[in-house]
């Protein structure tokens, strides 16, 4: 499989929450690889999360993404 990312990414198993609703609701997520640029996040299913959100990592970090591929259980998103 040839890498199509302009920055590579880290693998990485953090903890997260996917926030949307101006913070009112949030899923619960596992960020598995990050860039400065992107993250793939993996969640128990992508039912009811929206194209656009917000990452908080458990770290403390927080980032703004745009769904940018997904399969079941999985997001590959970038930051915006």
């Known amino acids: 499989m040839n890498e199509q990312r302009d920055v590579p ?3 990485v198993l953090k903890g997260g929450k996917i ?9 619960d997520c ?3 690889n990050v860039s400065d640029s992107g993250a793939r996040v993996k969640v128990p299913s992508i039912v009811g999360i929206p194209d656009q959100f917000r990452l908080s ?8 993404c745009t769904v940018v591929w997904k399969t079941e259980n999985e997001l590959g998103v970038t930051f915006s």
């Open 30 to 32: 596992i960020v598995r």
């Open 9 to 11: 990414r880290r693998r």
């Open 57 to 64: 990592m458990n770290d403390g970090r927080e980032f703004a």
């Open 19 to 27: 926030v949307i609703n101006d913070g009112f609701s949030a899923f």
